[in-house]
């Protein structure tokens, strides 16, 4: 079990940018799959974007093109930058991140369930207004 943290979140007009910030208590460089989530009232929880070992990222088709997920090297820290936000955007925001396994084919990939994720941060609330 690792720790995780966010911070960033608050209320913003549509149109504005927020950018979250995740600090996580990954060893330096371990392999790590990390991804943000968010979730509203009376919504399944939903993932953002996803970010491979290698630094590769995957969107959700919502926010494609206006959310970039990164995160530090050392894994101190991952981030989602989102631009544009719509009020749709609006509902908790969670970090998340699972240790990877080495197999024949390297490392093993993100999984693609939520379930799979073993590391959750409490969540930090966005609230976009239009």
């Known amino acids: 079990q690792v720790q995780l943290f966010e911070t960033g979140g608050g209320s913003v007009q549509a149109g504005e940018s927020l950018r979250l910030s995740c600090a996580t208590g990954?060893?330096?460089?371990?392999?790590?799959?990390m991804a943000w989530f968010r979730q509203s009232p009376g919504k399944e929880r939903e993932e953002v974007a996803q970010?491979?070992?290698?630094?590769?990222?995957t969107y959700a088709d919502s926010v494609m093109g206006r959310f970039i997920m990164s995160k530090d090297n050392d894994n101190a820290n991952m981030y989602l930058q989102m631009n544009n936000l719509k009020p749709e955007d609006t509902a908790m925001y969670r970090c998340?991140?699972?240790?990877?396994?080495?197999?024949?084919?390297?490392?093993?990939?993100?999984?693609?369930?939520?379930?799979?994720?073993?590391?959750w941060g409490p969540g930090t609330q966005v609230t976009v207004s239009s």
């Open positions: 990954i060893l330096r460089y371990a392999p790590y799959c």
């Open positions: 970010i491979e070992f290698d630094g590769t990222t």
């Open positions: 998340a991140a699972v240790k990877l396994l080495w197999g024949d084919n390297g490392w093993s990939k993100c999984p693609r369930k939520d379930s799979d994720f073993d590391n």
